[in-house]
Structure formats: structure tokens, C-alpha cells
């Protein structure tokens, strides 16, 4: 028999080396799920297939994993290296096969109890053939004939995903159970719930009618209330009033097709090896854990591009994971994408729902029934595309939905999953940079995705990064206890703040969760010159300050650092089109240098960013302005910024953390020697003088504009929080002119916005709105030590000739 088994395997893998294109999940299983390849592995396999084994044994192969099909000898004894949980209508099959893997996995656990050394780790792997949810088209191939079997693999061979688990310790079992005699029935009861929520989390629920779906909603009490509502206010039929809610829903529910995402899977293959040299993706595995423990995942990712889209979901289904339903702007429901777009998950939400009750009440009830269902979903909290680069501030009306499903009793619990997305290049950045000098946006089109599409070519690196889970269940018991309450108001008291803390927090974790790269980080030293230009020598000692810098004090353990040394990442910048970094030598050297035009583009890739470094460059702006400071004024000084900065770039440590914060950076400045520190008191170290300018220069404008903020105050206590933003601004605007100022958001509204807002909430206005000038001269005379006598004479000027 085995002879036989052997016979066919090798005929059996001739098709397959033709036919079948298997990708792992995770990509690098051995670093994802910390495997110890000192100890044996024992792979565990849903069902009986050969087929499957044999895929198994091609992915192991080429993931540098143990061969599944050799066996393990251990202690003069040799066991096979994998066993299957239940049979299968297969030719080679055993009949006994779940006695044959209890026999196996107790000849393991006897082993163990005679060597305590060994650890026997159980790998769970499963191989999934397509991916259609429920009762849809994908076959399930323990049930197939031997033609419906060659059907399968011609159709789903390039739709194949080999999927490995985190292990399971036989040791630590047995320490945890000791002389358990069913152990080994328990552990196959565990394998076997574990596979089926597995097969869940790839496919997701059934996708459901959409006609009863919408019945099912028109008929819901709320709806019913707003129908009636409608007709009331309009004074129109209740039957027309319901025609409408109708019109709406077909307007806003998605309408997915499992073969239209197969297709584009296919299409973004393409696309992202044609556009990008590669995709990087992090903590994969938080996601793929959630949707494991049956939570409802509601991804919350920054919007950089139109790419945003169509990348996500591209990479959950590579993840192993159901694509999300997408809230898209129904700016994008034009012909031929809206209905694509449709068809691969999106549902269209207008920008506003104001003054229209029956849409805002279906749309609510729409999101309800989509968790309900356990669909996942997801939606820009920034409400459109970031023109600058940063993050904007929160739009929360679909966060508001999100808690209030919650309330209304979801069996599940919701898991918010902020995501942070960042780009070498942009393919909108040309028209951010037009926009923010005032161009007049272009709606989107079809010809605008044509003309989109002929600049297709070598973007450089694209980065997902999947930041730390908000469990809401757990996250409301924490902060806000009475939310399980029920309220007679529609809105109850603890919802809006709720709402606000739990989208500030969304922000926070996004942002722990960047990705440094080459791009964004030569780019930011390079604009941090005043000539937008360096030499060589001194670009390459700049990198190599600040990659120590991020590694030595990270700004979290979410955030990705590239690996590549200095010189390796500039020649990568130097090779990517349109970047507008160029090379230039003279008799002194080479300078690297920033094109004129491609230094306003540039600082959009710098604003992904600079929340990182924004501590250590106020740091050296202190040292480097008062020249002799004490470790004490230092973190006094910070700690008087700190409230507007952490406001305005949604930075994480809290005010108690500062002080350490500042210490650990003053430690590595000193280590690497751009400043002297003796005892408790920090100096200039002259021959790291440029060094220190460099670091310092990331937070210049952003004190810039408090200052122009807090001196406007200073002149005119009694301003209107309005006039004050509008003053604000035009002086800023005056001052990007007269200076070569060419980052768009220096004079940003939104920025003087939350400028103002930060000062209310720290105190700075007293209860009839008026500034309190003895609070706002100790940080006004700290900041204008920090800026140049230049600068403040042009702030200065600007202010008399507003007065």
C-alpha cells in the first residue's frame, strides 16, 4: 500500500506543479509565528487529501520548513511528521483515520513523558480552494468526484492558500494536563473547532439576498418610523415615502460578487507588481487572531489614495481574511467603477447626511444589519483624502454608528482596527499640491482614472501596518461603565464623548503604527536644510543619527524601521522616478538636493512621519538655542509644548510618560555625541553643530505657527476664537511668502483650528472667552527664545499691518 501511496503521489504532483499556484499564509510563517525549528513539528491537517498534503510539502519547502512527508525520528523511535483529523472520500484514505492520528499524537505524548527535554510542536495547517462564502459556488473538495475534483483544480488551483497556525506545545500540555488519558481526544476536539472557525474567517458569513435584506430593513420599527416621518413632512403617499427609502438602499448597499473578487484579486496581482517593488505588510497576525476569537472587525485605516481601497482589502484576502464592506464616497459611484466597486464590497455614503432624517435612519439601520450579519467593514474616519499627509482630525459619524450597534446588542463583540497605509510615492500628489495652491478639486471620472493609469510604473514601496486593536466591549467597561444602560434619549449622555475619546484613540494607534522608509526619511532631512541640499557625506551622517535615534528610543513598538544601511536606501531614492532628489557634483564633492518643485510635494511624504521625530527635534531646538540648559528647564520647556503637539499629531505618550521620553533622548544625543552632556546640564558639541541644527529644524515651522498664534493673544486678548484662527492664518500665509515657507499645511485653517481648541481645554481663555496673558506669556517668551530674531520681526510687522 504505502509503495502504491507513493506511486501516486508522484503522478498526483504532476498536475499540480502545472496547475496549482499556493500562496502561505503567513508569508514567512518560521518569524510571524515564532517557530522553533530545533524541536519537531507534527503537522496537523483538516481532513485526508493527498492533494493537500502534496501542496503542503511544496510551501514547506519553500518556506525553509521540515518536509512533511519525511518522518520524525525521535529516540530510536519514527513517527509520521503530519496527521489528519477526519477522512474523506479519497481513493488512498484509511478507513480508521481518526484512530490512526489518536494512535499517532498519543505515541507522541508517551514520548514525552519519558523525555522531558523534548517539545513536540503541533503546526495546524489547513489548505483552502477558494474562498466563496457559505452555500456559494466554491466546492468543498472532500465531497467531490474525480472529474468534479479536476474541474475544482483547473478553476480554484490559482485561488489556493496554504494557511498555518501558531502552535500548540505538546510539552506544555501535558505539564498543564499531566496523565490525562483523553488528551489526545481533547486536543483533537480543539484542532477541530479551530479549523472551522479558521474556514469561517476566510470565507465569512453567507452573502446575503439583497431583496430581503432590504424588506427585512423596510420593515424594521425604525424605518417604519422614518417612512411615515417622510411621508408626513412631504406630504406624499406612506407607499412613495417607502418607494424612496428603497431608491436609497439600492443607492447605498453593496452588491458583492465572490468571482468579481476573484477577478480583481487577479487584476491587483498585476497592478501592485507593476507599480510598486513591493508591499510590506505588519502584525498580520492581530487581525487574523481577532477574526479567529469571533470578533467583528471594523477596519479604520488612513486615507492617503484612492489606492487605499483597493490595497486593503487586496491584503486582508492575502491575510487569509474576508474583504471588509467598504464605505466609499459616492464621488466614486460613477461608471465603470462604481458598480465594480460595488460588486467587490463597497457601499456609497453621501458627505452629508444634514437635514435628511429618512437617509441618516437608513443608513444606520444598513451599518446595524451589517454587523449583525458579521460582515467586516470599514471606513475612513478622516472622511476624505489627506491633501497634506498628515492625519486629519476625526469625522466620528460612523464611529457614533458603530457604538450604537453595539448598544443595540450585537452578540459579537466589535474590535476597532486602525491602520496605518503609507506610500513612496502617491499617485494623487501632483493634484494634492495644485488643490492646496487652490485649484478647484476635479470630481471624479473615468477619464480622471484613465489619465490616473498612464502614470503607472515604479512607485517604490507600499507599507500596511495594522496598529493596535481597540476591543470596544472592553474599552467602554473601562472608561465609560454605564454604556450597557438603557436610556429613554435617543443619544445618551456617555455616546458623543465616547464617540470622541474612542476616535482620538483610533488616531493615536494609526499613527504608533508608522512606516519609516527611505523616502519619507531622507526627504524629511533633506527639507529640514535650508538649501534643501546636503552633501553626501553629510546626508548619509544625518541618516545614520536618525536611524540610531528611532532605534535606540522608538516612538513605539508598532512602528516599522527600514533595514537597509544609509547608502543603500539613497541610491534606492536617488533610482525612483519623480522623486525629485538629485545628484550634483562639483569641485568640493557630490550634494544631494531636492528639485524646486518636488520640495512642496516632498513634505507630504514628510508629514507621514513627523510625529516621530517631533520630541527629539524640540529637544535639540532647546539645546540648540539656549546653548547650556539644564535636564530640569528641558523638560519643563517640553512639557509646556507638549499639550498642542500631542493634539495636533495625534502623539501617544501621555504627560506623565514625557519626562522619560525626553531622558531617554537626551541619553542617545549624548551617546552619539551631538550634544555634551555633563552631569544635569547639556551643552552644543561644535563639531556635531550640523547635526544638531538638522534634528532641531523638524519642529521649526510647527513653532513658528504657535508662536504667531500665541503673540497675536498677547496683543489682543479679547480676539474672537474666529478672528484669532483667521489672523492666525493670514499672518502665517505672509510668512510662507516673505521666508520660502513650502510646507501647504503652515497656514492650514484646520491646524489654527485645533491650536485654538487645544488652548480652551488647557486653560488658556477665561470664561467670557478672553485670553489670560499672565498663562500665555511664559510659554509666548519660551517660544520666541526658539525663533529666530527674523522671523519675529516679520510675525511682528505682519501683526502691526492686520491692527
Known sequence: MSSLLNFYRQLLNIPLSLLIKSRSIPTDPISELNLDLTQPLLYVLPYTSQTDLLILQKNCKALGLPDPLEPNQLHEQVLPRFVFLDESRRFFKSKGVKEETLKTVQDYLNLHKQHAEMDVQLLPVSVLWGRAPGKEKAPNLRFLGVFQRIWATLWYGRDNFTRFSQTVSLGEMIKTHGDDSQLAKKLFR???????????????????????????????????????????????????????????????????????????????????????????????????????????????????????YLLLSYILYHQGLVPPHIAAGINLNFFPAGPLFRSWGAFFIRRTFKGNRLYSTIFREYLAELFYRGYSVEYFIEGGRSRTGRLLEPKTGMMSMTLQALQRGLTRPISIVPVYIGYEHVLEVDTYAKELRGATKEKENAGLVLRVIKKLKNLGQGYVNFGEPIQLNNYLNQHFPDWKQEADEARPKWLNPAVDKVANEVMVNINKAAALNAKNLIGSILLASRQRALSREQLLEQINSVLELVKAVPYSDDITIPSDNAETMLNHVLALPRAGVITQKDSFGEMISLER???????????????????????????????????????????????????????????????????????????????????????????????????????????????????????????????????????????????????????????????????????????????????????????????????????????????
Open 190 to 308: 480543539v484542532a477541530r473547532l479551530h479549523f472551522a472557525k479558521q474556514r469561517y474567517s476566510a470565507m465569512g458569513p453567507k452573502l446575503p439576498d439583497r431583496q430581503v435584506m432590504f424588506n427585512k430593513l423596510l420593515d424594521s420599527a425604525a424605518l417604519k418610523r422614518a417612512i411615515a416621518d417622510e411621508a408626513e413632512s412631504k406630504k406624499i403617499s406612506p407607499e412613495k415615502a417607502r418607494q424612496e427609502a428603497e431608491k436609497i438602499l439600492e443607492e447605498i448597499a453593496a452588491k458583492v460578487n465572490h468571482e468579481s473578487l476573484r477577478i480583481a484579486d487577479r487584476i491587483l496581482s498585476w497592478l501592485w507588481n507593476k507599480l510598486y517593488q513591493g508591499i510590506n505588510v505588519q502584525n498580520g497576525e492581530r487581525v487574523r487572531k481577532l477574526a479567529l476569537e469571533g470578533h467583528e472587525i471594523v477596519y479604520v485605516p488612513c486615507h492617503r489614495s484612492h489606492m487605499d
Open 597 to 803: 518643485e518636488a520640495a512642496v510635494l516632498m513634505t507630504y511624504y514628510r508629514n507621514n512621519v513627523q510625529h516621530l521625530f517631533v520630541l527629539p527635534s524640540l529637544v535639540a531646538s532647546i539645546i540648540l538655542h539656549l546653548e547650556a540648559v539644564s535636564k530640569d528647564l528641558i523638560i519643563k520647556c517640553v512639557q509646556q509644548v507638549y499639550p498642542f503637539l500631542k493634539a495636533e499629531l495625534f502623539l501617544h505618550f501621555e504627560p506623565s510618560e514625557v519626562r522619560h521620553q525626553v531622558e531617554l533622548i537626551l541619553a542617545e544625543f549624548a551617546r552619539q555625541h551631538v550634544i555634551k552632556g555633563e552631569s544635569d546640564l547639556f551643552k552644543i558639541n561644535p563639531p556635531a553643530l550640523r547635526t544638531l541644527q538638522l534634528h532641531s529644524n523638524g519642529v521649526r515651522e510647527v513653532l513658528q505657527r504657535y508662536y504667531i498664534g500665541l503673540s497675536l493673544l498677547m496683543s489682543q486678548p479679547e480676539i474672537s476664537r474666529g478672528e484669532f484662527e483667521k489672523e492666525s492664518r493670514t499672518i502665517a500665509q505672509r510668512l510662507s511668502v516673505l521666508h520660502g515657507i513650502n510646507a501647504p499645511e503652515f497656514f492650514d485653517k484646520a491646524l489654527f483650528s485645533t491650536f485654538s481648541n487645544t488652548l480652551k481645554a488647557q486653560g488658556y481663555f477665561d470664561e467670557e472667552g478672553k485670553a489670560i496673558v499672565a498663562k500665555i506669556q511664559p510659554i509666548e517668551e519660551l517660544l520666541r527664545s526658539l525663533i529666530s530674531v527674523e522671523i519675529q520681526l516679520t510675525i511682528k510687522g505682519a501683526m502691526e499691518k492686520e491692527a
